[in-house]
């Protein structure tokens, strides 16, 4: 490589979404968080934060251009995507949370969301939400 030469510049996606290669671990969750724009990124880093206090034995990956959490064997529990307008936090079993995500569709089964915009994260909800997440099977692609 030469001297001058730059690492590449991380391609945003459709809505701002951070263009990341799949990748076990933290480095390329925390590429990703890196690369979210402006106020997304400090949520971001915020949700990292908290899922990892929630959940101490938590795994990470990137997976479809988002980070992905889980627990050895048990599958992933939770996803966060970046939107234009906000960041979109998707709960693989949702509908099994007390109080249940208010993110649905008729046809998105036992996934449920919260879409976070720029000033609003709860973060006693969200941790509760991933300590119960946590506690159910989780989805295995």
Do not use: C
Request: proline content about 9%; charged content about 25%; glycine content about 10%.
């Amino acid at each position: 490589m030469a001297k001058d030469a730059k690492p590449a510049k991380v391609v945003l996606l459709s809505g701002g979404n951070p263009q990341i290669p799949k990748g076990d671990g933290d480095a390329p969750v925390q590429a990703y968080i890196a690369a979210m724009p402006g106020w997304k990124q400090e949520v971001g880093a915020r949700l990292d934060a908290l899922i990892v206090k929630a959940v101490p034995k938590v795994t990470k990956a990137v997976r479809w251009n988002s980070p992905f959490y889980g627990l050895d064997g048990q599958g992933w529990f939770v996803s966060f995507h970046v939107l234009t307008r906000y960041v979109k936090v998707t709960f693989f079993k949702g509908a099994e949370l007390d109080p249940p995500p208010p993110g649905f569709t008729a046809k998105s089964g036992e996934a449920r969301w919260i879409d976070l915009y720029e000033g609003e994260f709860d973060e006693a909800q969200l941790a509760k939400w991933m300590k119960q997440a946590a506690k159910l099977p989780g989805w295995k692609p």
